[in-house]
C-alpha cells in the first residue's frame, strides 16, 4: 500500500512538474483533496456516530485562520503581526507545524460543540451545531487583526519561500499527504474500540452506556477529531487560495460537505472519498455545460441539492451505504494489510 | 453505462481548455454579474460589449501595422471577495488573458488585485475607488479617483453649501469600500468643523436590512446631515427608514448611489438628495454624449457610472497594447508590455475625464462631479470638483 | 432616554413579529410531524415575492373583473369569487336545513345552479363595477393578503406532496427528511435566482405610510400593523388549535403519531391542513416583511428563516406560545446589543445567549422534556 501511494505520489508530481497537468486543473485536483478531508472528517460524526453536525464550515475556518496566522506570524513581517521568527528556508520543515497548529485549534473549537452533545441529540444538536458556525463566523468577522470580513491575505509568501528552497509543486504535496494522514488515522480509529463504541453510540445510546461505553469521552474525542481534520483541511484551503475570508466559510459550504457525506453513504470511508471526488467533477463538469446550454451558473445549486434529494429519495444510503470499497471488491484485501 | 460516465467525464476535461487565437486579443472582465449588485456587473459588460462592437466592427485593433480581433471574456464574481480572487486565477492562469478589467467594487478589487499583481497582469479596476487596491501593486491600476480625494470632497460639500455643523455617519463596517471612505470623510469633517463635530459614527453588516437602532441613535444626537456611503441596495431602505423614524434632513451620499437601479429601488424618497460620482449622464457632450446616445440606443437605458468607467478601463488598456507596438505572442513578456505603457500613459482623453499615470502609482489625477437627484428622479450635474 | 427606550422597544417589537410568525409555522410543523422545515424561511421568501407579483397584478384593475387581461385570467378571476360566494352559500345552507340534507342530490343540483348563477352575476355586475380612487390601495391590499397567504400555503402544501410525504410513507429515517428540507430551501433561493435574474425587485407601496409622533417617538402606521397582525394572527392560531376539532386533532398527532389513525382520523389531512396553516402565516410574514423593507432578493429568506427558526427552538419547539415569545425575545435581544454594542457584535452575541440557554435548558424555555421509554 505504502509503494502504491508513493508510486502514485511520484507519477503525479512529474505530470505537475514537467507542465503537461495545468495550473487549472491541478487546482482542481486538490480541491478534490481537501474536499476528500472534509468530507471524511464530517463522516466520522455524521456517518459512524449518527449526529446531526451542521457547523463543520465553522471548524474549517478556525483551522484555515488558524494556519494562516501561524504561517505569518512565523515568516513573513505584517502589520499586526510583527517580524518574522524564523527565516525563510525553514519553510518545509516548519508547514506541517503551521498545519498542525490548525488541526489543534480546530479541535478546541470542536469542544464548544461536544459539550452540548451530551446532553441533546438530534434536532437540538442541529440547532447548536448551525449556531456554533454562525458564532464561529461571527466572531471571526469581529477580530480586525485579522482583516474581519474582508479577509486575510499573504499566504502565498510562505509558498514562496517553500519554492525558494525546491521548486517542486509543495500545496499538491501538502494536500497528499494530508489526504493520506486523514485516511489512515480516520481508518485506525474506526477500527479501534472507540471506532466499535461510536457506532454502539449511534445505534442505542442507553444501551451503549449500560455496556460500559463511556458516551461522554467517545462523543469529545470523536467531535475534537472531525472538528481537527475539518481545521487541516482548512489550513490547507487557505495556502491554496492564499486568501481567507468569513464569506468562504458559510452554511452553503456546510452544506457541500453534507452533501458529500449522504452521497457517499455514511459510515463508509471509501464512499466519502469516492463522493468527494465525485462531487468536485461533478462541479467542473456542469461548468462547461451549462455555458453551452447558456443557462446562467446559478443552476448548478438547483441541480445539486436536487440531485441530493432524489439520493434520498431513492437510495437513501448513498453510494456506499454503509460498506467499503474492500466489501464489494473483496480482491482489493490482497493489496493492503492493516493491524 | 459505466464507460459512458468515464468518456462523458473525460470530454468534461476538454472543454474548459482555453484557445489563444492568432489573431485575437483576450481582455478578462471580473465582474459582479450575481450576488448583491448585478447591475453594475450588467452595465460593465453592456459597456464592454458596445466597446467591442465598435472596434470589431472596424475590422479590429490595430497593433503595429496588424489588425486584431477583439474577444472578452466576462467571469462572475458574484460579488464575493473569494470568488472575485477565484475568477482572477481562472482569467488569468485558465482563459490566459492579456489583460484583466474590473472587479469594480473595491471589497473584490483589494484581494483580486493582489492575486493579479502576484501573476504578473495587468489589473484595471474601473470603480475602486479604495486606496488599497493599487498600493505596491505596480501591475494594478484604476480608472477613477480615489477615496482620500472622495471623503473630503463630500465633506467639503457638505460643510459648505449643505452647511452642515454636525454630521453623522452610516456605514457598513464589514466592506472594505464604506469603511475606507467614511474614516476620510470623518477626518476631513472634523477638521473643517472642530473635533466631535460627526456626532454618529454608526454601522451595520451587509445583508442587515433593519437599521432602526442605529436611525434612532443618529436621529437622537441631532445631525445636521447623514453620509450613506453605500450601494444601491441598502440605501433605499436606509433612506426610508431614517424617514420613518423622523429624520428629516439631508442625506449625502457617494459614487456607489451611482446605479441606473437607485431611483428604481429608492422611489420618491430620493428626490432631492446629493451624492459624490464620477460622470452625469445629463448635460453631457462630445464623446461623452455620443457614448450615451449609442448605448441608449441599444440597450434602452441611460449608462451610469460603472459603464462609462469600464468605456475608459477597457479603452486605456487598448491604448496601451497600441503604444506597445508589437505582440509578440509570448504572453508573459506582452503582459509586462501592457504594464510598462499603461504606467506612462498622459493625457487619456476618456469621456470620464482626462486621465494621466504617473509612472509611479496606478491612481490616474480626475475630477469628482456632485449630483442633485431631481424632482424627476434623474442624476443632474450639480457642480465639478477637481484636486 | 425613556423615548429612545420606548423608540427601540417599538423597533424590536416589530422586528420581533416577523420572527414570530415564521416562528410558529416552525413550530406547527415540527409539532406534528417532528420535522424540522429547513425550507421553512424560504417559504417566507417565496411568500413576499408571491406578495408582490400579486399586488402589482391587482394594482391599476379598478374592476373586480378587470376588463384588460386575457380571457383565462378574467375566467380565473370570475371562478375565484364565485367559489367564495357559493362555498358561503353552501355553508348557509347546509346549517339551516335538517340533517342529512347535504348528501341528498337536490342539495348538489342546487349548489351547482347557484355556482353558475354567481359566476353570470360576478362577471357581468363585477365588469362594470369602479372603485372609488382612494379606496384603491386598500382594496388592493385586502385582496393580496388572502391571495398571498393561499398561494404561499399552495407552495408549502406543493413542497410537503412532493418531497416529504413521499419519504414519510415509506418510513424513512427522520434524518433524510430533515436533509431533504434543507435542500429544499436551497433549491428554493437559487430557483428564483436563476428564474427571476440577480436584479433586486421594489415592492410598490402599497399604504401611504403616515408618521405619527407621540411623546418624541416616531412611530408609523405600517410599523403598527405589522406588530398588530402578528399579535393577532397568534390569537387565531392559539384559537384554531384549542378550541377547534381539528386543533385537537394537531394535538393528538403530536402526542402520538401511531395512535391517531386508529381513533378515525386522516392524518394525511392534518398534515396538510399543518402546512397550510404554517405556510400562509410565513406568506403573511413575507408580504408585511416587504412592505417594511420593499428591496426583495432571493436570499432575503435564509437569514431570516435562521434566525426565527432558532428563536422557536429557543422558546421551546413543540409549543406555539414558546415560538411566539421566543421570536420577540430574540428581536429584543438583537436591537439591545446593535444599540449598546456595535452592529457586528449583533450576530455573535445573539447566537452565543442562545446557545446558553439551550446548553441550560435544551428543550427551550416553555418546552417539556420528551421521556423516551428504552
Known sequence: MPTALGALLLVMGGLVQSGILGQYYLTVIMTMGIFIILS?????????????????????????????VAGIFLFVPDKVFGQPWLPMSMT???????????????????????????????????????????????????????????????????????NE???????????????????????????????????????????????????????????????????????????????????????????????????????????????????????????????????????????????????????PEGIMGNRELSDIFPKLKRYYRFK | MKKLLVALLALAFVFPAAAFGADTIKIGFNIPLTGDIPKVGEMSKDAAELLKEKINGAGGLAVGGKKYMLDFVYVDNEAKPESAVNAALKLI????????????????AVPAGEVANNNKTVMVSAWSTNPKTTENRPFVFRACFLDDFQGPT?????????????????FAVDQDYSKGISEFFKKAFEKTAGPGSVVAYETFTTKDVDFSAQLTKIIKAKPDVLFVPQYYNEVPLIVKQARELGYKGPILGSDSWGS??????????????????????????????????????KFKQIPDDVGALTWDATGMILAAIQKMGAISGDLAKDREGVRAAMSTMTGYDGITGKMSFDGKTGDPIKCAVIVKIDDKGEFTFHESVCP | MLETVIQQALNALQLGSYYSLIALGYCLVYGVLLLINFAHGDIFMVGAYIAFFAATFIMGQHAFIPANVSPLAQIACTGFFAIILTASAAYIIGRVTREGFRQTRAFKLLIGGLFVLFSLLVYFLGKGFVLPKGADRWVVMGATVPLTMLLTAAVGIFIERVAYRPLRQKGANRLYVVITALMMGIILEYGNLSALGASRIPFPPLIKTAIFEIAGVTVTNLKLISIGVAFAVFGLLQWIVTRTKLGMAMRAVSYDKFAVPLMGIPLDIIIVFTFFLGSSMAGLAGMLYAMNFPVLDPFMGALVGWKAFVAAVVGGIGDIRGAFVGGFLLAILEIVVAAVFSSELRDLISFTILLGILTMKPTGLFGTAKTTKI
Open chain 1, 92 to 162: 518545509p520543515l516548519a508547514f506541517p507545524l503551521i498545519l498542525a497548529v490548525g488541526f489543534v485549534a480546530a479541535a478546541l473549537a470542536g469542544v464548544i460543540v461536544a459539550i452540548p452533545s451530551f446532553k441533546t441529540r438530534g434536532d437540538y444538536l442541529a440547532v447548536i451545531t448551525l449556531a456554533a458556525g454562525y458564532i464561529i463566523k461571527s466572531a471571526i468577522e469581529n477580530i480586525d487583526a485579522v482583516g474581519g470580513p474582508r479577509g486575510f491575505m499573504g499566504m502565498n509568501k510562505v509558498i514562496g519561500g517553500m
Open chain 1, 165 to 315: 528552497v525546491l521548486d517542486i509543486p509543495w500545496m499538491f504535496f501538502w494536500i497528499f499527504l494530508g489526504v493520506v494522514f486523514t485516511i489512515w488515522i480516520l481508518r485506525r480509529f474506526v477500527y479501534s474500540t472507540y471506532g466499535k463504541g461510536i457506532m454502539a453510540i449511534h445505534q442505542d445510546e442507553v444501551a451503549a452506556e449500560i455496556m460500559s461505553v463511556n458516551t461522554n469521552r467517545m462523543k469529545l474525542i470523536a467531535f475534537m477529531l472531525s472538528s481537527g481534520l475539518a481545521g487541516l483541511a482548512g489550513g490547507l484551503y487557505a495556502y491554496l487560495f492564499s486568501f481567507v475570508n468569513p464569506g468562504s466559510f458559510t452554511i452553503l459550504r456546510s452544506t457541500e460537505c453534507l452533501v458529500m457525506v449522504y452521497l457517499g453513504g455514511m459510515g463508509s470511508l471509501s464512499g466519502s472519498i469516492l463522493s468527494a471526488m465525485l462531487y468536485c467533477l461533478l462541479l467542473e463538469f456542469l461548468k462547461p455545460v451549462l455555458d453551452y446550454l447558456q443557462l446562467s451558473q446559478t443552476i448548478k445549486w438547483v441541480i445539486i441539492p436536487l440531485g441530493l434529494i432524489l439520493l434520498m429519495q431513492f437510495r
Open chain 2, 154 to 170: 463630500a465633506a467639503k460639500f457638505a460643510t459648505g453649501e449643505l452647511k452642515a455643523k454636525t454630521a453623522a455617519v452610516l
Open chain 2, 260 to 297: 441606473a437601479e437607485l431611483m428604481n429601488l429608492c422611489g420618491d424618497d430620493c428626490k432631492g438628495l446629493f451624492f459624490v460620482t464620477h460622470f452625469a449622464a445629463a448635460g453631457a457632450k462630445g464623446a461623452t454624449k455620443e457614448f450615451i446616445d449609442a448605448f441608449n440606443a
Open chain 2, 93 to 108: 492562469e485558465g482563459e490566459k488573458v492579456l489583460a484583466m478589467v474590473g472587479p469594480q467594487g473595491s471589497g473584490r
Open chain 1, 40 to 68: 471524511a472528517s464530517l463522516n466520522l460524526v455524521n456517518g459512524y456516530m449518527g449526529e446531526f453536525s451542521c457547523g463543520h464550515a465553522g471548524f474549517m475556518a478556525v483551522g484555515a485562520y488558524a494556519s494562516s
